[in-house]
């Protein structure tokens, strides 16, 4: 981490102004992260959230559709053999 705005300072001259600014912003969001990880009190469901991944919730799936079409036929055993 103590690397980057050295790293930074080196790429600046040699990238043109916008992919700077673009590495730059990556590298502020990374930090950022870095800092909300080590946060104890951060869980994994917040970290989620802030990277934009929905939310997984068991109790939001529809427990009336009981027709999958990928599940056998609930007339027999597991065997097959007709119950």
């Not at 916008?18 to 917040?46: N, V």
């Not at 929905?54 to 427990?63: F, G, L, Q």
């Amino acid at each position: 981490m103590k690397k980057l705005p050295q790293v930074l300072r080196n790429a600046q001259g040699k990238l043109s102004p916008k992919d700077y600014e673009t590495l730059r912003a990556i590298a502020d969001t990374y930090t950022y992260f870095l800092e909300l990880a080590s946060d104890e009190t951060m869980t994994t469901a917040r970290l989620r959230e802030l990277l934009g991944y929905p939310k997984s919730d068991s109790a939001e799936t529809d427990i009336d559709d009981d027709t999958d079409p990928e599940m056998p036929d609930q007339g027999t055993d597991r065997s097959g053999a007709e119950g």
